[in-house]
């Protein structure tokens, strides 16, 4: 055991630590002896005096050693050949109490800092010596009685008060502190609770020791000694840990998880006496939990919801609300649960959220929303992985839609009504590697921890390696934390941050704690991250969450997805405007895995649970409880949107020479390829369209283009002359001059000279 004068003169104890809200409201409290350190001003005098006239009253005579007493007690130790009294000063206690609570790492420092022998007592009498020469009094009695427990998990004079009478230090009145003052002794033994009478008689010797060194007087003594003990009808002690912050558990849990991650473990936390100010916003965390527990019951075996809310923002991401529909506690029978739901891998994946993805890949790479895509019942697809729909053959992926849709729909109405077929064909394309990257970069950031997949493989590794075309459809467990970042990411204009719980960390003396935070990220172009969010708002306008909004009277701007997986064994719902972000996760989150129903949510045997349902209404509901989540908005619908990066790339090839066409798109990495089609009035050599081969257009892909071969229409036959309102005849054709014939050489030669002459 380590510890020097230089400890003791510090005189830091152990502390509580306070985690608060976002308005700096306690919600929970961390500690290893609940101990709050208070000034010497703000401790009753008369508690002084108590603890002076019980435990040394040569106090303020003695040099921290009462030699008289010490010569005392050595004489009787001898006699009694060991060591049976201690004759200790306030100073020495202070010393083996810093050793005993301070300093002491395991159980044996703590023996040694109370073993009863002669080379202890006497290092405790030389760094009491010290002490007083390096304190004043006052400042060693305010150390002493911040330090001493008190019983029933009361460390310090200030804890103690709040336990015993729920008033401070300072307010404590005589007979308060002449009790508190006995129970140094032993406080256990005479803890008022269990051993009342032990406790008052004890409370009446100092009251009586505080006559005998003159700080009261008899009559005064004499009248408290007949007064009850007056305590609490129980102690009012302190929660320790995110149990104290009931349906917020969860959020308090994931800051200490983040906080230690950040360097700040919780041991230190337990004893730091730090203020953790968190980002938690009451008012979201409320009207979440209610949504929760509203549409999923806590006690329903087998399922659970959660949330979390986010903000977004270009610098920071503060997380607004964090709970489940799971009450947080320890009591399994109850349905409760102390397990990081909201913030770990859990469920069977957020199904066709997903597909946001494939859409962002297919947008970066060119793609506009009016863009037209096939929709067929069925496709098989070779390369993509294997099995899905029934009589797939081997080595083919195949899919099939939930339902009937036209052969053809934009790039934003597939979004809209979800078909599976169309975003199979899509990551085809598009390709899986670049879709699961895009995950990654939006927000999915766990599915590139090592070992994630299979302990070896992470779940991007994996998804790559054996390039599953399934993964645009989402069947992959999922963090709600960052499902609902990735909504936060886009409405960012695709810039990633962090999730952040954490306001501020101020240590015990008012200075600010340093984290380390990761930089905020642009992931995507902000041209893409507006465009997918202006093609996701048509889902609740039009698409699979259109029922749920009108019904829950949504009226606000929002880019939204649903998501279901195979056989409705979990299903989400992310929305999102410029002022908030959530994804409502429903999942089993029992032992046994099985399809869910709605109304009300459950396990069931056949499945009717869709993100369209429970986990849309559960945004709604939170959402219309938040003014800021009403008022959010959406970037504004620009044409470009509609038409695509790539398609305004070619477009812009249109009426360039066929070497500008070329070069311009090669630089931007397309082939090119030509043919000579009719002029149609467009000099030759120039282009006339520009046209993506197969009609739509990915990286390094084929562009034609229609190169005029210098023709003209041919001029339309004018009509026969008539009479006119005035009743004169127009002249005949006849009477007309004659017109000299122009044949198609005499165009081409003259075309031909003009190009010329203008060095084209």
């Given at each position: 055991?380590?510890?020097?004068?230089?400890?003791?003169?510090?005189?830091?104890?152990?502390?509580?630590?306070?985690?608060?809200?976002?308005?700096?409201?306690?919600?929970?409290?961390?500690?290893?002896?609940?101990?709050?350190?208070?000034?010497?001003?703000?401790?009753?005098?008369?508690?002084?005096?108590?603890?002076?006239?019980?435990?040394?009253?040569?106090?303020?005579?003695?040099?921290?050693?009462?030699?008289?007493?010490?010569?005392?007690?050595?004489?009787?130790?001898?006699?009694?050949?060991?060591?049976?009294?201690?004759?200790?000063?306030?100073?020495?206690?202070?010393?083996?109490?810093?050793?005993?609570?301070?300093?002491?790492?395991?159980?044996?420092?703590?023996?040694?800092?109370?073993?009863?022998?002669?080379?202890?007592?006497?290092?405790?009498?030389?760094?009491?010596?010290?002490?007083?020469?390096?304190?004043?009094?006052?400042?060693?009695?305010?150390?002493?009685?911040?330090?001493?427990?008190?019983?029933?998990?009361?460390?310090?004079?200030?804890?103690?008060?709040?336990?015993?009478?729920?008033?401070?230090?300072?307010e404590l009145n005589v007979p308060q502190s002449a009790m508190l003052a006995g129970m140094v002794q032993s406080s256990e033994a005479l803890n008022p609770y269990t051993n009342p009478e032990g406790a008052t008689e004890r409370r009446n010797t100092v009251l009586q020791s505080m006559v005998t060194v003159g700080y009261i007087d008899q009559a005064t003594a004499d009248a408290h000694k007949q007064e009850p003990l007056g305590v609490l009808d129980l102690p009012a002690t302190l929660p320790n840990g995110c149990i104290a912050a009931d349906n917020s558990g969860f959020f308090c849990d994931y800051a200490l998880t983040y906080l230690d991650s950040k360097g700040l473990s919780r041991e230190e936390l337990s004893t730091g006496g730090y203020t953790v100010t968190t980002t938690l916003d009451p008012q979201v965390q409320q009207a979440a939990h209610q949504a929760a527990v509203s549409h999923v019951n806590p006690d329903q075996p087998g399922v659970a919801e959660v949330i979390n809310v986010i903000?977004?923002?270009?610098?920071?991401?503060?997380?607004?609300?964090?709970?489940?529909?799971?009450?947080?506690?320890?009591?399994?029978?109850?349905?409760?649960?102390?397990?990081?739901?909201?913030?770990?891998?859990?469920?069977?994946?957020?199904?066709?959220?997903?597909?946001?993805?494939?859409?962002?890949?297919?947008?970066?790479?060119?793609?506009?929303?009016?863009?037209?895509?096939?929709?067929?019942?069925?496709?098989?697809?070779?390369?993509?992985?294997?099995?899905?729909?029934?009589?797939?053959?081997?080595?083919?992926?195949?899919?099939?839609?939930?339902?009937?849709?036209?052969?053809?729909?934009?790039?934003?109405?597939?979004?809209?009504?979800?078909?599976?077929?169309?975003?199979?064909?899509?990551?085809?394309?598009?390709?899986?590697?670049?879709?699961?990257?895009?995950?990654?970069?939006?927000?999915?950031?766990?599915?590139?921890?090592?070992?994630?997949?299979?302990?070896?493989?992470?779940?991007?590794?994996?998804?790559?390696?054996?390039?599953?075309?399934?993964?645009?459809?989402?069947?992959?467990?999922?963090?709600?934390?960052?499902?609902?970042?990735?909504?936060?990411?886009?409405?960012?204009?695709?810039?990633?941050?962090?999730?952040?719980?954490?306001?501020?960390?101020?240590?015990?003396?008012?200075?600010?704690?340093?984290?380390?935070?990761?930089?905020?990220?642009?992931?995507?172009?902000?041209?893409?991250?507006?465009?997918?969010?202006?093609?996701?708002?048509?889902?609740?306008?039009?698409?699979?969450?259109?029922?749920?909004?009108?019904?829950?009277?949504?009226?606000?701007?929002?880019?939204?997805?649903?998501?279901?997986?195979?056989?409705?064994?979990?299903?989400?719902?992310?929305?999102?405007?410029?002022?908030?972000?959530?994804?409502?996760?429903?999942?089993?989150?029992?032992?046994?895995?099985?399809?869910?129903?709605?109304?009300?949510?459950?396990?069931?045997?056949?499945?009717?649970?869709?993100?369209?349902?429970?986990?849309?209404?559960?945004?709604?509901?939170?959402?219309?409880?938040?003014?800021?989540?009403?008022?959010?908005?959406?970037?504004?619908?620009?044409?470009?949107?509609?038409?695509?990066?790539?398609?305004?790339?070619?477009?812009?090839?249109?009426?360039?020479?066929?070497?500008?066409?070329?070069?311009?798109?090669?630089?931007?990495?397309?082939?090119?390829?030509?043919?000579?089609?009719?002029?149609?009035?467009?000099?030759?050599?120039?282009?006339?369209?520009?046209?993506?081969?197969?009609?739509?257009?990915?990286?390094?892909?084929?562009?034609?283009?229609?190169?005029?071969?210098?023709?003209?229409?041919?001029?339309?036959?004018?009509?026969?002359?008539?009479?006119?309102?005035?009743?004169?005849?127009?002249?005949?054709?006849?009477?007309?001059?004659?017109?000299?014939?122009?044949?198609?050489?005499?165009?081409?030669?003259?075309?031909?000279?003009?190009?010329?002459?203008?060095?084209?």
């Amino acid at each position: 055991m380590e510890s020097n004068l230089a400890d003791l003169t510090d005189g830091t104890a152990p502390g509580v630590t306070t985690i608060t809200d976002s308005t700096g409201e306690p919600m929970a409290w961390v500690f290893d002896q609940r101990r709050h350190e208070v000034d010497g001003d703000e401790i009753s005098q008369h508690m002084k005096d108590a603890i002076v006239a019980i435990e040394d009253h040569r106090f303020y005579e003695h040099d921290g050693v009462d030699m008289q007493g010490t010569a005392r007690a050595m004489l009787t130790n001898v006699l009694a050949g060991g060591v049976e009294q201690g004759a200790s000063t306030l100073n020495q206690q202070y010393v083996k109490n810093f050793l005993l609570l301070v300093a002491a790492d395991d159980d044996a420092e703590r023996a040694a800092a109370v073993e009863q022998s002669v080379p202890r007592k006497l290092r405790e009498m030389r760094m009491a010596s010290d002490l007083d020469q390096n304190l004043s009094k006052d400042e060693i009695l305010t150390r002493y009685l911040n330090l001493v427990p008190f019983g029933n998990h009361a460390y310090g004079i200030e804890a103690a008060a709040r336990t015993y009478f729920g008033i401070s230090a300072a307010e404590l009145n005589v007979p308060q502190s002449a009790m508190l003052a006995g129970m140094v002794q032993s406080s256990e033994a005479l803890n008022p609770y269990t051993n009342p009478e032990g406790a008052t008689e004890r409370r009446n010797t100092v009251l009586q020791s505080m006559v005998t060194v003159g700080y009261i007087d008899q009559a005064t003594a004499d009248a408290h000694k007949q007064e009850p003990l007056g305590v609490l009808d129980l102690p009012a002690t302190l929660p320790n840990g995110c149990i104290a912050a009931d349906n917020s558990g969860f959020f308090c849990d994931y800051a200490l998880t983040y906080l230690d991650s950040k360097g700040l473990s919780r041991e230190e936390l337990s004893t730091g006496g730090y203020t953790v100010t968190t980002t938690l916003d009451p008012q979201v965390q409320q009207a979440a939990h209610q949504a929760a527990v509203s549409h999923v019951n806590p006690d329903q075996p087998g399922v659970a919801e959660v949330i979390n809310v986010i903000e977004p923002g270009q610098d920071s991401r503060d997380i607004l609300a964090m709970t489940s529909s799971r009450d947080y506690g320890l009591n399994l029978e109850e349905g409760e649960t102390m397990l990081p739901q909201p913030s770990s891998m859990v469920g069977n994946g957020a199904g066709s959220i997903f597909k946001i993805f494939t859409a962002a890949v297919a947008i970066d790479q060119g793609m506009g929303l009016d863009t037209m895509l096939d929709v067929p019942a069925r496709y098989e697809a070779r390369g993509l992985g294997s099995g899905g729909a029934a009589n797939c053959p081997a080595n083919t992926y195949c899919v099939e839609n939930a339902g009937t849709y036209a052969p053809r729909m934009t790039l934003a109405e597939a979004l809209a009504h979800s078909p599976n077929t169309t975003f199979v064909q899509l990551i085809e394309e598009v390709g899986v590697d670049a879709v699961v990257d895009m995950s990654v970069a939006l927000g999915l950031r766990s599915y590139e921890v090592p070992g994630s997949h299979d302990g070896e493989r992470s779940i991007a590794e994996y998804m790559k390696e054996a390039n599953l075309g399934s993964y645009t459809l989402g069947p992959t467990a999922v963090n709600p934390l960052e499902l609902s970042n990735v909504g936060a990411t886009i409405a960012s204009g695709g810039r990633w941050c962090e999730p952040n719980p954490i306001e501020s960390v101020v240590d015990r003396e008012g200075n600010e704690v340093f984290l380390e935070r990761p930089a905020c990220e642009d992931v995507v172009d902000t041209d893409v991250a507006n465009a997918l969010s202006v093609g996701m708002a048509g889902d609740i306008e039009y698409g699979t969450a259109a029922a749920a909004a009108g019904a829950m009277g949504w009226s606000g701007e929002l880019a939204a997805k649903t998501g279901t997986t195979e056989s409705n064994q979990s299903s989400a719902f992310l929305a999102f405007n410029s002022n908030i972000s959530a994804a409502p996760y429903i999942y089993n989150d029992g032992t046994n895995t099985t399809p869910l129903c709605t109304s009300p949510v459950r396990q069931c045997s056949t499945g009717s649970l869709y993100g369209g349902l429970e986990p849309a209404r559960s945004w709604f509901a939170m959402a219309n409880q938040l003014p800021e989540a009403r008022q959010g908005t959406l970037p504004q619908d620009d044409p470009r949107y509609g038409q695509g990066a790539a398609q305004q790339t070619v477009s812009s090839a249109t009426g360039l020479t066929e070497a500008e066409a070329r070069r311009l798109l090669e630089d931007q990495g397309y082939q090119v390829t030509t043919r000579t089609v009719a002029g149609n009035g467009t000099p030759r050599g120039h282009v006339l369209r520009a046209l993506p081969e197969g009609g739509t257009l990915g990286p390094g892909g084929m562009v034609i283009l229609e190169v005029s071969d210098g023709t003209r229409p041919a001029p339309e036959p004018q009509p026969e002359a008539g009479r006119g309102n005035g009743g004169e005849s127009a002249p005949s054709r006849q009477d007309s001059p004659a017109r000299p014939q122009i044949t198609q050489d005499d165009i081409d030669q003259f075309t031909n000279r003009l190009l010329d002459a203008f060095g084209l």
